[in-house]
Nanobody, 125 residues
Framework: QVQLVESGGGLVQPGGSLRLSCGAS????????MGWFRQAPGKEREFVAA????????YYTDSVKGRFTIFRDNAKNTVSLQMNSLKPEDTAVYYC??????????????????WGQGTQVTVSS
């Protein structure tokens, strides 16, 4: 069992930046592929970004390419999502997820076994 905890959400103006982090206190995340998903009110949960256990490759949904970066910090046992040039349409609850599968389809939520509780990101002026 892996308990994931997200942090870093909040309110930011359009064009601003936030960094979300996902950690696990009792398990190393080094052997897990990780993903970030988001869910806006009235919408289905959607894929945002993913990273393999080794750090490469990484994957992004088209709407965040060039603005968001997913990366691992093994010393801190975290996986983070740096979000720049935020837009109102990025407003959602963001979830991190983990899978121990050696081969996984990163874009599907069904491929992930463990989920955090979510953190709210609101982009508004």
């Amino acid at each position: 069992q892996v308990q994931l905890v997200e942090s870093g959400g909040g309110l930011v103006q359009p064009g601003g930046s936030l960094r979300l982090s996902c950690g696990a206190s009792e398990r190393t995340l080094r052997t897990y592929a990780m993903g970030w998903f988001r869910q806006a009110p009235g919408k289905e949960r959607e894929f945002v970004a993913a990273i393999s256990w080794s750090g490469t490759p990484t994957y992004y949904t088209d709407s965040v390419k060039g603005r968001f970066t997913i990366f691992r910090d093994n010393a801190k046992n975290t996986v983070s999502l740096q979000m720049n040039s935020l837009k109102p349409e990025d407003t959602a609850v963001y979830y991190c997820a983990a899978t121990s599968r050696s081969s996984w389809y990163p874009f599907s939520s069904y491929e992930y076994d463990y989920w955090g509780q979510g953190t709210q990101v609101t982009v508004s002026s």
